[in-house]
């Protein structure tokens, strides 16, 4: 993961019983260039209970300049 160099967006759900955040929290940490946010009471299935947050996300990571 380490070798992955393109800018990557890590969404994750805070309530996630299957992946847990720390999980996501470590798949963050080991590319070189990603961002993470963690989508607040939400569960495994994130984009259907919150798909607001999941726009509004990722309208921001892919608008930036950097990419």
């Known amino acids: 993961l380490s070798r992955i160099a393109a800018p990557t967006l890590v969404l994750w ?17 080991a590319l070189a260039r990603a961002e993470f946010f963690v989508i607040p009471e939400a569960s495994h299935f994130f984009p259907l209970e919150k798909p607001e947050d999941v726009t509004e996300n990722l309208v921001e990571f892919l608008g930036r300049d950097d990419l």
């Open 13 to 29: 759900a805070a309530r996630d019983k299957l992946f847990p955040v720390s999980l996501a929290r470590d798949l963050a940490g």
